[in-house]
């Protein structure tokens, strides 16, 4: 796939026509407001002309299951940035959460059937049928899968896959307690949807996030719940942990991203920072962590996505600004190294690059979903010039789509530039937005 071209006046009058969209680079922070916008840019997102279109035909996974490979629609390879690999209609109920665990994708909707599908491509290895429904959170760590469900239980699952797909449920957290003969609800259990999860690879420990305010803190190991303590005012979107310091990270619908620390020595929790405090909800936390650095993005129902950054000596997080680039609210976030990509209710998948200045470039806008953008997930592939990210996105419209996103490594933009440099020779600068007839009329020499 042709990844660079050089952009002519010619180009990007097709590119408007075709409803291309361009990128920008923005960053917004506390003392600045700048906005840059890049029309040589060598990034965009692109959308297929109707005349190299072609469909493939609706195709049935079986005859037992409500779902559907749905058609992709694929362009020219030498125009796109990225190409739907697969995309999965469901026609019975909405997709709440999906996990991607090595080869496997997993996925969780209104019923108790939680459908395993071999990546990229979705083709169905089997599933996994729990005795409740509205699997709302699904968290895949090596052969462990967690998931939960609508009696406000979570469920651990082996997963491992060596001849065939045959998962076993290793346990339910809470456990039923023995000495109670009739159906009671346990004193650890949540009393509203759990909506979130995450898990310390360090601890072993497994956090929970609730409706009912509360964060859950389990040894899975021991089946049972080491704390429990009201985090926020309002509903319990999204936890991260930082997995080289064990801080859990959550955010709420009463606008608040919250930093709790686990007592040395014991099971339970303190509160160290708010990091904001706004009327805006806030839908989604990621966190891009590195030995030298460590940046907490969160996304609000305002459009916006806050950032900050992790000081080396105090450990303080400070905030370096805000992305601006949705209409509507951001609802799911995925850190990947330096990228992050953000789904929100606009129908729109924006994928930004951290440079080491802390601006952000958005180099993809992926507008194929009809529906609010809901979850996220994203693999990373190298090769020796050539970045390839697997994206895997889960909407209101009720379709699993897979991208594969294209992405130069730093030598192939070095390069890229320094080609442009020696045979660029434009006469007068261009807009990154311009209109057909201008260009037109530019191209006729008709100077005004």
């Known amino acids: 796939m042709e990844f660079y071209r050089k952009r002519t006046l010619q180009s990007l009058m097709e590119e408007e026509r075709n409803g291309v969209w361009l ?5 917004f922070t506390a003392h600045q407001n700048v906005y840059e916008p890049e029309p040589n840019s060598q990034f965009a997102s692109a959308r297929a002309s109707s005349a190299s279109v072609m469909s493939i035909p609706l195709c049935a996974t079986s005859a037992e299951t409500p779902w559907t490979l749905s058609p992709i629609h694929m362009s020219s390879p030498n125009s796109l940035l990225y190409q739907c690999l697969a995309s999965l209609h ?43 429904g509205e699997v709302r959170a699904i968290l895949a760590y090596g052969k ?58 360090v601890e072993k420990l497994l956090y929970t996030g609730s409706w009912d305010r509360t964060v859950k803190a389990w040894k899975v190991s021991e089946n049972r719940c080491v704390d429990s303590f009201l985090a926020h005012k309002g509903h319990v979107n999204a936890i991260v942990i930082n997995q080289q310091d064990g801080c859990v990270f959550s955010c709420s619908s009463d606008g ?37 650095t460590c940046f907490l993005y969160s996304g609000s129902s305002d459009g ?49 690059r951290r440079d080491e200045n802390h601006f952000h470039s958005c180099l993809v806008v992926i507008d194929r979903h009809q529906g609010p953008v809901r979850c996220l997930a994203a693999a990373l592939e190298m090769e020796s ?15 699993l ?48």
């Open 304 to 352: 916006l996505i806050n950032f900050w950054e992790k000081e080396r000596m105090s450990g303080r997080f400070n905030n370096r600004g805000f992305l601006q680039g949705h209409h509507f609210a951001v609802l799911c976030l995925e850190a990947v190294t330096e990228l992050l990509l953000s789904g929100s209710e606009d129908t729109t998948i924006k994928i930004w």
């Open 90 to 132: 469901r026609h019975e109920g909405d997709i709440f959460a999906i996990a991607v665990s090595g080869d496997v994708i997993f996925t969780g909707s209104e019923t108790c059937r939680i459908h395993a599908w071999e990546q990229p491509y979705c083709t169905k290895i089997g599933h996994i049928k729990a005795n409740a």
């Open 23 to 27: 990128p920008s680079r923005a960053c």
């Open 144 to 201: 462990v899968l967690f998931t939960t469900h609508s009696d406000f239980k979570i469920r651990v699952w082996d997963v491992s896959i060596t001849e065939g797909f045959h998962p076993k449920k290793i346990t339910t957290l809470p456990q039923r307690s023995p000495f109670f003969l009739f159906s009671r609800k346990n004193s650890h259990q949540h009393k509203d949807y759990i909506t979130c999860l995450a898990y310390n690879h």
């Open 385 to 399: 010039i050539v970045m390839w990210l697997l994206v895997y996105s889960v909407s209101s419209d009720q379709t």
């Open 401 to 448: 789509k897979v991208w594969r996103v294209k992405f130069p490594t730093e030598k192939n933009l070095q390069d890229s530039e320094v080609n442009e440099q020696l045979t660029e020779n434009i006469e007068f600068k261009i807009s990154p937005v311009l209109s057909p007839s201008w260009v037109e009329k530019k191209l006729q020499g008709n100077h005004f």
């Open 256 to 292: 608040t991203v919250k930093i709790w620390r686990r007592v040395y020595g014991e099971s339970s929790h303190m509160l160290t920072t708010t990091l904001k405090f706004q009327p805006s909800p806030v839908n989604a936390l990621a966190l891009s962590s590195s030995p030298n």
